[in-house]
């Protein structure tokens, strides 16, 4: 019998059973094996400050990432090469410098890159960009690994089963098997909304690409400030430059988002279009060798904030879904967010950003 | 017929033929070395497993994708 069942071992799931299994709770966790976010996305661990919220859970579970660093493998592959934000013009160097002074108000380490300064430090760069801003504590990992690595904390049993339906803290396996325990949790990313129709989550598609080896040509991950000015509009298909150097030497390339559409195929058109971005940043990218592309699906709240707290019309149940394009930097953050919850005492951060009744509702149980 | 440079080596092979099948007649088959020190070796043959990445001139290349030319230099090792 467990104490605890989550649905989903993906990074969210995998992270709050290694946070309650630390607190001494038995854990079951079920995970029907369908492709998720974790298998797909970049693993590059970010802070965030597109709102006090965001900033809040991206920096807190920085600082647990770091602390928790030391204690995994080598196949996580956890690196803390800081996340260089790149301003192509004077307008952007503006949003640098205000990220800039807000993150050093709220204690992220940060420095202010000027155009030589940037050359410098990534010499693969395209000669005139304005500037940069460099976010020190920043990392990337290797999710899937990572959320193995969870998994194997004692008082975790894992076991291959599709959920068909769930009932406060009870739910049905897709062989007509009930199972119960004090608390079940809601960690199955982009599938939620099947098991909780009444879930405000979209799927929201990305383009990923991957080299060859090339060590040493990139250091730090590269990401543009462009999408804070070009006028992209918000529900349309945009890209963006997001580099990534893998601890192999391969270049991991991103980013595009697509709304409206659940096909998993790779589309020539947005590829074509996410890759000519990266190389107006770095054009030596177009001389090297892809080895492979795939997409993945984020799953979107309305304000792109996750989901983290009891449903507040069903009772034993509690939801960590909803995690958009940052759900593996946020998820030590999430979990120690739900088990303070579940144990009623005090979060380690405000948790009413995050809470679940923002869009469904006030309880209706007392 | 084409003369390439494989590994330091100098090779004469058919006009026409691939880089993989070069370095099968000539080299031990493989065209790199992975992360984890193993030596990898072409598998599909048709541009699809990428499993026959290979330096030539310096550039990282598929074996089974490219065909000799006179003075070309492969490098295996990386
Ligand atoms: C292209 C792309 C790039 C990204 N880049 C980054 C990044 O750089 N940094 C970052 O922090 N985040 C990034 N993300 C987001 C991040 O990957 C996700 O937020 C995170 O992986 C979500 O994890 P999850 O555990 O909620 O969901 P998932 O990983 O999708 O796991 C859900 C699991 O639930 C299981 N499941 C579903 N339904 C059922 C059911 N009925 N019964 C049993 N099991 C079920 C599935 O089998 C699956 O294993 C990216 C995402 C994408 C798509
Ligand atoms: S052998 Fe598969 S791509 Fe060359």
Not at chain 1, 81 to 86: E, Y
Not at chain 1, 119 to 138: F, K, M, S, V
Not at chain 1, 216 to 226: A, D, I, R, S, W
């Amino acid at each position: 019998m467990a104490d605890v069942i989550v649905i989903g071992a993906g990074i969210i799931g995998a992270a709050c059973a290694q946070a309650l299994a630390r607190r001494g709770l038995q854990v079951l966790v079920l995970d029907a094996g369908l492709p998720g976010a974790t298998a797909a996305g970049m693993g590059h661990l970010l802070v965030l400050d597109d709102n006090p919220a965001e900033l809040a859970l991206s920096q807190y579970s920085l600082q647990r990432w770091r602390a928790l660093a030391p204690a995994m493998p080598n196949s996580c592959a956890y690196r803390r090469n800081g996340t260089l934000w790149l301003a192509a013009n004077a307008e952007e160097m503006a949003v640098a410098q205000s990220k800039y002074l807000n993150l050093q108000a709220q204690g992220v380490a940060c420095e202010l890159l000027s155009r030589d300064a940037l050359r410098q430090r990534e010499p693969e760069l395209r000669e005139g960009l304005e500037g940069g801003l460099l976010i020190n504590g920043d990392g990337i990992l290797y999710a899937p690994a990572t959320a193995r690595w969870m998994l194997e904390t004692p008082h975790i049993n894992q076991r291959r089963a599709r959920v068909g339906e769930v009932d406060g803290h009870r739910v049905r396996l897709d062989d007509g098997h009930w199972l119960k325990a004090d608390a079940v949790i809601l960690a199955n990313g982009i599938q939620a909304n099947e098991l909780c129709p009444e879930l405000p989550i979209e799927p929201k598609k990305g383009h990923l690409l991957i080299t060859d080896r090339y060590p040493g040509k990139v250091t730090h991950t590269l990401v543009e400030l462009g999408y804070v000015t070009s006028a992209h509009n918000a529900s349309g298909p945009s890209t963006a430059c997001n580099i990534q150097p893998r601890p192999t030497g391969q270049l991991f390339i991103g980013a595009s988002r697509q709304f409206g559409t659940t096909d998993p195929q790779v589309e020539g058109w947005m590829l074509a279009r996410m890759l000519k971005r990266a190389t107006e940043y770095m054009p030596g990218l177009a001389q090297l060798n892809a080895i492979r592309a795939w997409t993945g699906f984020r799953a979107a709240s309305p304000d792109g904030l996750p989901l983290v707290g009891q449903h507040p019309q069903r009772k034993g149940l509690w939801l960590a879904v909803g995690h958009e394009g940052l759900g593996v930097t946020t998820a030590p953050g999430t979990a120690d967010l739900l088990v303070a919850q579940l144990f009623d005492e005090t979060p380690p951060l405000a948790a009413q950003p995050y809470l679940p009744q923002r869009f469904l509702g006030e309880p209706v149980y007392a | 017929m084409p003369e390439l440079i494989c590994d330091g080596r100098t090779l004469r092979v058919a006009e026409g033929t691939s880089v993989a099948a070069a370095l099968a007649l000539g080299g031990d088959g493989c065209t790199r070395t992975s992360v984890s020190g193993q030596r990898r070796a072409p598998l599909c043959g048709m541009g699809i497993c990428q499993e026959c990445r290979v330096s030539i001139d310096g550039r990282r290349r598929l074996a089974c994708q490219t065909l000799c030319r006179d003075g070309m230099r492969v490098e295996t090792q990386a």
